[in-house]
């Protein structure tokens, strides 16, 4: 025969301690993505930030040192900067965290650079409220990088 007494004094987790351990767990894992998928956003930002800086003085370098015109194209249907450099195209793709407005297309002069007019792009960064601009100079083609408040 069994002892019916020692199975019934076996103990155990009731229905409402497991689900409570189990939101709980839930909770954790679920508070962690979403600062994960924060940061992950936030480092595409400043990665195409760093990108696109890094592409500008390459694509006007080139212009001072090759023998052909070279071009930013900014397309806001597209969302993505695409810098031609001669028989090269690269492509940028704006994240989605950034509003951008510009001129559709700038040419900087073989030779010396230069873009001829003072155009800026400007990005709307939502998250941090920043309004950051690439103002381009007269004469030295080189672009000025401002940081404010909306």
Do not use: H, W
Request: glycine share 6%; charged share 20%.
């Amino acid at each position: 025969m069994t002892d019916t007494r020692r199975i019934n004094n076996c103990s155990g987790f009731t229905l409402i301690e497991t689900l409570l351990v189990f939101v709980v767990a839930v909770s954790l894992i679920s508070l962690s993505s979403l600062l994960v998928e924060k940061n992950i956003s936030n480092f595409s930002t400043a990665q195409f930030f760093s990108s696109f800086e890094k592409q500008l003085l390459y694509t006007q370098q080139m212009a001072v040192v090759g023998a052909v015109d070279t071009e930013v194209y900014f397309s806001l249907e597209e969302q993505q900067f695409r810098f031609v450099t001669g028989s090269k195209e690269e492509a940028l793709l704006l994240p989605e965290a950034l509003a951008a407005t510009g001129p559709v297309k700038i040419i900087f002069k073989k030779g010396t650079g230069n873009n001829g007019n003072l155009s800026k792009y400007s990005f709307k960064y939502g998250r941090k409220n920043q309004l950051i601009e690439f103002q381009f100079q007269m004469g030295s083609g080189k672009y000025v990088k401002k940081i404010s408040e909306f």
